[in-house]
T-cell receptor, first 112, second 112 residues
Framework: GAGVSQSPSNKVTEKGKDVELRCDPI?????LYWYRQRLGQGLEFLIY????????KSGLPSDRFSAERTGESVSTLTIQRTQQEDSAVYLC??????????FGSGTRLTVV | AQSVTQLGSHVSVSEGALVLLRCNYS??????LFWYVQYPNQGLQLLLK??????LVKGINGFEAEFKKSETSFHLTKPSAHMSDAAEYFC??????????FGAGTTVTVRA
C-alpha cells in the first residue's frame, strides 16, 4: 500500500480482556517495528521484525505482550489480560533499509 | 548504545519568529540522525534525516538541521514560524542498525 496502515484506530476495552492490534506495512519494506507512546511521553520501543530473522523482543514490557509477523507482511500485536497502564497509542512503522521509518497513524488503546 | 536528549519539553514562539529545537545525541559510532513531527492525533512524519552526507540538512515545510560533531548536536530550525507548525517534534538517532532511539519530544506552540 501507499502507507503504513493500522487498525483499529481506536479501541476501548475492559480491564482483563485481550486485544489484538494490526499493522499493514508498506509493500516491500522488510523491517517492521512496534512502539508505544503513553500520554505526554516519548516513544517506547516494543519489538522489531526483519525479514525471516528472529524478532528483537527486548522492548516488550511483560509476557502479556506478544507480536507476530508472517513473512514481510501483516503484523499483529496482542496484549493479554489488559491493564489500565496499557492505555497508550501503539505505533507501527516499517522501513526498507533499516533506518528512516514510515509510521502508521497508530491505535489509541484505552483500558477501562 | 545511542541516545538522544531534547532540551526543553515545550517551546512557544510567535508567528514569524525563529523556531529552534535542540537535540544532543550520544553514539559510539557515526550516527544517523532524524527529526520527526507529530501533529495531533496523527502518526509521526519524517521531517529530515542526516546520513553522513552534507552537515546541513534541509527538510520539508522549511525546516533544516545542522549536524555538529564537535558539539554532538543536531538542532532543528525554521526561520519563520507558521501556525501550522504547532506540533510535537522528536529527534531520533540510529547507529546504522535497525532501531531508532527517540528523544522525549518537544511540543511547539505558535502564538498569533
Amino acid at each position: 500500500g501507499a502507507g503504513v496502515s493500522q487498525s483499529p484506530s481506536n479501541k476501548v476495552t475492559e480491564k482483563g480482556k485481550d486485544v489484538e492490534l494490526r499493522c499493514d506495512p508498506i509493500s516491500g519494506h522488510t523491517a517492521l517495528y512496534w512502539y508505544r507512546q503513553r500520554l505526554g511521553q516519548g516513544l517506547e520501543f516494543l519489538i522489531y521484525f526483519q525479514g525471516n530473522s528472529a524478532p528483537d523482543k527486548s522492548g516488550l514490557p511483560s509476557d502479556r505482550f506478544s507480536a507476530e509477523r508472517t513473512g514481510e507482511s501483516v503484523s499483529t500485536l496482542t496484549i493479554q489480560r489488559t491493564q489500565q497502564e496499557d492505555s497508550a497509542v501503539y505505533l507501527c512503522a516499517s522501513s526498507s533499509r533499516g533506518y528512516g521509518y514510515t509510521f502508521g497513524s497508530g491505535t489509541r488503546l484505552t483500558v477501562v | 548504545a545511542q541516545s538522544v536528549t531534547q532540551l526543553g519539553s515545550h517551546v512557544s514562539v510567535s508567528e514569524g519568529a525563529l523556531v529552534l529545537l535542540r537535540c544532543n545525541y550520544s553514539s559510539s559510532v557515526p550516527p544517523y540522525l532524524f527529526w520527526y513531527v507529530q501533529y495531533p492525533n496523527q502518526g509521526l512524519q519524517l521531517l529530515l534525516k542526516y546520513t553522513s552526507a552534507a552537515t546541513l540538512v534541509k527538510g520539508i515545510n522549511g525546516f533544516e538541521a545542522e549536524f555538529k560533531k564537535s558539539e554532538t548536536s543536531f538542532h532543528l530550525t525554521k526561520p519563520s514560524a507558521h501556525m501550522s507548525d504547532a506540533a510535537e517534534y522528536f529527534c531520533a538517532v540510529s547507529d546504522g542498525d535497525y532501531k531508532l532511539s527517540f528523544g522525549a519530544g518537544t511540543t511547539v506552540t505558535v502564538r498569533a
